[in-house]
């Protein structure tokens, strides 16, 4: 079956340093792959889109990668803040169990971030 | 830019009434949106698609005569939950995507409780 895994356990990082979340995919194909925060009880806000074709993509203080032969990806977040503190979730395109709706997104069950001050 | 608002932001109702939610993409045309559901400590479960002026594809397991969408216009879509019950209750959550790109983005969800 189809499965799309975050490290469910909540990851404590130093202020300051660099935050590493994994994302691993199972039998999926997907054409992109995004990255969302979600702080509690609001909806997520994006943070990036990575293609198929694409290896790494940036934006500020953001890094993700993209290895479509290992079914892997990895959002980083350089010079880490306590604002930075939230849930970050990843997203596929092609919905698992889509009948239909295909551009629908399966997410994953996010990884919960806190950085210390 | 690329604004999508919901309303209300939370509802409580009695079981066996209606509840209707609305999505709205405020600065851009959305030509497809997105309904899924949130339970505690769970990852969001994308519910159905809506294309403006066609009528809904709802995934495997959501039932299309309980969860009624309308997707009237390229800025507004709505959801109904009909008949609620309790097992309903959850932070259902609404996103556009616009006439050209992937990204789909998010509004910041409506917080359904049935008593």
């Known amino acids: 079956s189809q499965k799309i895994e975050q490290n469910s356990e909540a990851l404590n990082i130093q202020e300051g340093k660099t935050a590493t979340l994994t994302c691993n995919y199972t039998?999926?194909?997907?054409?992109?792959l995004q990255w969302y925060r979600q702080d509690p009880g609001r909806g997520p806000v994006f943070l990036l889109l990575?293609?198929?074709?694409?290896k790494e993509k940036r934006k500020e203080r953001l890094k993700v990668t993209f290895d479509t032969t290992l079914k892997q990806s990895l959002f980083h977040i350089t010079a880490s803040q306590p604002a930075d503190s939230a849930t970050y979730l990843c997203?596929?395109?092609?919905?698992?169990?889509?009948?239909?709706?295909?551009?629908?997104?399966?997410f994953g069950k996010g990884t919960h971030l806190i950085i210390q001050p | 830019g690329a604004v999508v608002s919901q309303h209300p932001s939370w509802v409580i109702c009695k079981s066996g009434t209606s509840v209707k939610i609305e999505c709205r993409s405020l600065?851009?045309?959305?030509?497809?949106m997105f309904w899924y559901r949130q339970f505690p400590k769970q990852s969001l479960m994308l519910m159905a698609t809506?294309?403006?002026?066609?009528?809904?594809?709802?995934e495997q397991g959501v039932e299309k005569d309980k969860f009624l969408i309308n997707h009237a216009s390229l800025t507004l879509s709505t959801l109904t939950v009909t008949s609620a019950h309790p097992e309903d209750s959850s932070f259902y959550i609404c996103?556009?995507?616009?006439?050209?790109?992937?990204?789909?983005?998010f509004g910041p969800g409506t917080r359904l409780t049935v008593l």
């Open positions: 996103s556009a995507r616009g006439l050209a790109g992937d990204t789909q983005y």
């Open positions: 039998n999926y194909s997907p054409a992109y």
């Open positions: 990575i293609r198929e074709n694409e």
């Open positions: 997203a596929l395109v092609g919905y698992m169990y889509s009948g239909g709706g295909a551009d629908g997104l399966t």
């Open positions: 600065d851009f045309q959305a030509t497809t």
């Open positions: 809506s294309n403006e002026g066609s009528k809904a594809t709802y």
